[in-house]
């Protein structure tokens, strides 16, 4: 399934200022100061900056974009996930704190974390006393089945991750509680609520990752009398510590604090400002001249400046230190795929990435601060189970290993080299000058690739159909990916298990088919320990990596600024941007 939660928020970082990564020294991904508190470039990264608990003041938020949707179970853009947190309370959500503490779920409505039945398919939370939503009602179990219900009916609410669905149904094919036969509007069987406090999911078979599903927004609690259907985004009932108050499509939105939120049932949110106010616009341009001005607080968005602000701030310490260029968790790169000759051969695919010029790669994407990180392998910092010291091709270095792409060539019996083509989609300008950069290295070592700019809205029907790929000879597929929750399973399942093949809208680009790799995906849903489950997912990408199956591009970042006046300002890594349900204001206005 498409990764649409960062899909916008990666997709804005613009190429500029033409740095390239130096030979060692220190990453652009280290913080200048550990210090808590003290605000330094990358600070917010790994600590919290300005940390307060001082109450009132309005949060200005910006964006360049609306929401997809307000609705929980509709939206899917990463910044709208993170704001989602105002509002929506869950079975559990990710703790509020910078770097890994941050990846850890804790109970939110639940009282404690679920009990596990001894064969890992019955899930059983109970719920917390005292929460109820905006208007007072008590918050039940079946509010949060009713919500969960909802994900199901894609006919009328669709858009959102509908990863519930593949574990709840279990062949009832249930419609959703619009079309909901039962006379509460309560009838799919695999959740249970035998009494207000008490929740049961039982599903088909063990799946260790069912919590961070019940952490998506689409899993908040919606009271049935206040559904209003494909409009239910206009004003959703709030759960969290705001609610909407106004909300004028493209223009502006409006949160106040909910009266009947109680920070007393609440560990995760510090509910600071009275009120947040989000505005609005379409030149981003003007934005970052806000941030700069301080007329803005943040761009939620958390695309990154434009490429004339990036150099203003970098330039400037005293503007530098109020700067932030974090791993967004996705990862830029190039799918070589196995059904394309001579792509059928390991050696062929090796000789790719080694020929590839990883320095003129990660400057097409925006250099080190804009770009990111050289990528080294196809697991992403932020999972557990990553390593980006593991670079099994040394593509960290930065250089192109011509000697070592002949030799594959040699191995794969195309010693003079081949010809293929690059497919990349044409409203990306950042994946089509990799794609130029690779074509060029390609070409030092006799492989001639031709570059196919498609249409970037039909990417499940061109490189998303196998079928399409064969035809049209795409040998290599410019492509990123982020996770939809924070685990192996959450960012690699979709790319490289070969059950996850699709005729339309395929994200398994190489189209793996490797039985081992397969199986470790069904070791990891029976794996309750985070730690036994991180090595699994470990050993998942070395076999792709060994596979050659993926040229990895860049562990993307983007360079973000935040006003002086914020407090409590980090980096979630469960997002990869600024927690927004954390920030305060210093000067309460």
Not at 349 to 363: C, E, F, G, H, N
């Amino acid at each position: 399934m498409v990764s649409k939660t960062r899909a916008v928020a990666a997709a804005g970082v613009a190429v500029a200022l033409g740095l390239t990564a130096a030979c060692g020294g220190k990453s652009d991904s280290d913080s200048d100061s550990s210090t808590s508190g003290k605000s330094a470039y990358n600070a917010a990264v790994t600590s919290v900056v300005n940390a307060s608990d001082k109450k009132g003041g309005t949060l200005n938020l910006w964006s360049s974009q609306d929401a997809d949707s307000w609705d929980p179970v509709r939206g899917y853009y990463a910044f709208v996930w993170d704001l989602n947190r105002l509002y929506t309370r869950k079975l559990m959500d990710y703790a509020g704190a910078p770097g890994k503490d941050g990846l850890k779920l804790t109970p939110d409505l639940a009282s404690a974390e679920p009990e596990i039945s001894a064969d890992k398919k019955t899930y059983t939370f109970k719920l917390k006393s005292g929460i109820k939503f905006d208007d007072g009602t008590p918050i039940t179990s079946k509010d949060v089945k009713y919500g969960i219900e909802r994900v199901f009916a894609q006919d009328t609410v669709p858009g959102g991750p509908t990863y519930l669905i593949e574990q709840l149904d279990q062949g009832q094919k249930y419609p959703g509680p619009y079309k909901d036969t039962d006379p509460n509007k309560l009838g799919l069987k695999s959740v249970e609520t035998p009494d207000d406090s008490t929740i049961v999911f039982k599903l088909a078979k063990p799946f260790a990752d069912l919590p961070y599903l019940l952490a998506m927004p689409g899993a908040g609690p919606v009271p049935a009398a206040k559904d209003t259907g494909a409009k239910y985004g206009e004003k959703p009932v709030a759960s969290g510590p705001y609610m909407i108050s106004e909300y004028s499509p493209g223009k502006s939105l409006k949160f106040v604090r909910n009266p009947n939120w109680d920070q007393s049932t609440d560990t995760i949110r510090k509910a600071l400002p009275d009120a947040i106010n989000l505005t609005i616009t379409t030149n981003a341009e003007d934005l970052d001249s806000r941030l700069e001005a301080g007329t803005a607080d943040i761009d939620v968005g958390q695309t990154g400046v434009q490429a004339k602000a990036r150099a203003e701030i970098l330039q400037d310490p005293a503007k530098k230190a109020y700067a932030d260029a974090p791993v967004t968790g996705f990862i830029r790169y190039a799918g070589l795929v196995t059904k394309v000759a001579p792509f059928d051969k390991v050696d062929c695919r090796k000789a790719v990435i080694y020929a590839s010029d990883p320095t003129t790669l990660q400057t097409a994407r925006g250099g080190p601060v804009a770009g990111g990180d050289i990528g080294t392998n196809m697991l992403p910092p932020n999972i557990a189970g990553s390593d980006p010291s593991y670079d099994p091709y040394g593509r960290a270095q930065g250089k192109p290993q011509i000697d070592k792409a002949k030799q594959a060539l040699a191995a794969c019996g195309q010693p003079n080299g081949f010809s293929t083509k690059i497919a990349v989609r044409n409203n990306r300008p950042a994946e089509v000058k990799t794609a130029e950069a690779l074509q060029a290295a390609l070409g030092e070592v006799g492989i001639k690739a031709t570059i196919d700019q498609y249409d970037g809205s039909q990417v499940a029907s061109v490189t998303g159909s196998p079928s399409n790929v064969l035809k049209n000879g795409y040998g290599i597929i410019i492509g990123g990916w982020g996770a939809d929750w924070q685990t192996g399973t959450g960012y690699l399942q979709a790319l490289v298990d070969s059950r996850y093949i699709q005729d339309n809208g395929n994200y398994n680009l190489p189209e793996i088919a490797d039985p081992s790799i397969d199986a470790l995906f069904d070791q990891a849903a029976l794996e309750t320990d985070p730690a036994k489950a991180a090595d699994l997912y470990k050993q998942i990408n070395e076999k792709v990596m060994e596979g050659a199956y993926y040229l990895p591009f860049v562990f993307d970042k983007a360079l973000n600024y935040r006003n002086p006046r914020l407090t409590n300002v980090y980096i979630h890594d469960g997002f990869g941007m600024v927690d927004f349900q954390a920030l305060g204001v210093s000067d309460g206005k």
